[in-house]
């Protein structure tokens, strides 16, 4: 039985802001304020996998992931403006730094296939490619922070490694597995056949959003988004 929605987002938000670097990047990522963000992805997703495997010492992520939505200026100028912004307050943080508005423009060519534009950042992370990793985060203006979790966060919690099946190829998905030594890092990690999604859901069906209050992309990259 899974555990109701606002725990795991309560436990998240816990283990956010007990991290100096995912605070910190928030904080970066509010003050310079693209349209529509979130940070999100695997930074997320190591976070929480770390701590569920006791990591006294965790890796530190290779970078943060940064996507915002902005439908009125889709050209790549737009993406390095936000990218030397929030580098220039924070240069250590590896940034990684996606306008989800335009993902369609270049997509077929580095996939080839023709995808829908996206309608918001919500709608972007609810395409990414495990259901550990669709999850975005952002800091409001009140100190809370907002989680949206199209996939919910069952599997981030329960260690599992899911593909999600809105975008991501079966062989994309065994690709990214291999690539991030996902068994060898977190071997309490159960990783799923890319065919594995019980039949009567949909893939991310819905929207979670919750609040928990507290008392450029430089290269087309060879895999997805901003996952």
């Not at 100096?20 to 529509?36: E, K, N, Q």
């Not at 912004?85 to 250590?92: F, H, I, L, M």
């Not at 199209?150 to 190829?169: A, E």
């Not at 949909?202 to 060879?222: D, E, N, Q, V, Y």
Request: charged letters at 30%; one cysteine or more; a positive charge.
């Amino acid at each position: 039985m899974s555990e109701p929605l606002d725990d795991f987002t309560s436990r998240l938000t816990k283990l956010v802001r007990s991290s100096p670097l995912l605070m910190r990047a928030l904080r970066v990522a509010r003050t310079v304020d693209a349209p529509d963000w979130f940070i999100g992805g695997t930074v997320i997703r190591d976070r929480v996998w770390d701590h569920l495997h006791s990591s006294a010492q965790p890796r530190p992520s290779r970078d943060v992931d940064l996507a915002f939505f902005d439908p009125c200026s889709l050209e790549g100028e737009r993406e390095l403006r936000v990218q030397r912004e929030v580098s220039a307050q924070a240069p250590d943080i590896c940034w990684e730094v996606t306008n989800q508005a335009s993902v369609h423009l270049w997509y077929p060519q580095v996939f080839g296939v023709e995808v829908e534009p996206l309608t918001s950042c919500a709608d972007a992370v609810a395409t990414w490619p495990e259901t550990a990793t669709a999850i975005g985060i952002r800091l409001l203006g009140d100190d809370s922070i907002e989680v949206v979790a199209p996939c919910g966060l069952d599997d981030l919690f329960g260690l599992i490694c899911r593909r999600n099946p809105r975008r991501v190829t079966e062989e994309q998905y065994r690709r990214r597995v291999d690539s991030k030594q996902i068994a060898r890092r977190w071997p309490r990690v159960r990783v799923l056949d890319p065919l594995d999604w019980p039949k009567s859901q949909t893939p991310c069906p819905a929207l979670f959003k919750r609040r928990a209050s507290r008392a450029g992309r430089r290269s087309i990259r060879a895999e997805l988004g901003a996952a």
